[in-house]
């Protein structure tokens, strides 16, 4: 079974920090663009993270760039997302997504360039 299975979620105060541990399983996800979206109540659902998992190479929402880092373990086929500085603002479900092969060169931000989600996990910041 092909899945993405998020943990790590939690409360937490402002000011602290958190990681999320995607872990991705049934299939090679060595030519993949891995993300992390999330979604507030009553919002849309955001693109936070964006790593490409034969590159390395990452791309940030401006809303998280500096507090957030988005890493793979190849050996775990787990994407990680080390969230610091925490603000209310960062309250939401975290989700994870996944695409093969994506386009080279370009980064994908928007949710319906992917088409393998997780459940999400809640992250909740107290102020």
């Known amino acids: 079974q092909v899945q993405l299975v998020e943990s790590g979620g939690g409360l937490v105060q402002a000011g602290g920090s958190l990681r999320l541990s995607c872990a991705a399983s049934?299939?090679?996800?060595?030519?993949?663009?891995l993300a992390w979206f999330r979604q507030a109540p009553g919002k849309d659902r955001e693109f936070a993270a964006t790593?490409?998992?034969?590159?390395?190479?990452?791309y940030y929402a401006d809303s998280v760039k500096g507090r957030f880092t988005i890493s793979r373990d190849n050996a775990k086929k787990t994407v990680y997302l080390q969230m610091n500085t925490l603000k209310p603002d960062d309250t939401a479900v975290y989700y994870c997504?996944?695409?093969?092969?994506?386009?080279?060169?370009?980064?994908?931000?928007?949710?319906?360039?992917?088409?393998?989600w997780g459940q999400g996990t809640q992250v909740t910041v107290s102020s």
């Open positions: 997504a996944a695409r093969p092969n994506p386009p080279w060169g370009r980064y994908l931000y928007n949710s319906r360039d992917y088409d393998l």
């Open positions: 049934g299939r090679t996800f060595s030519r993949d663009a």
């Open positions: 790593i490409n998992w034969s590159t390395g190479s990452t």
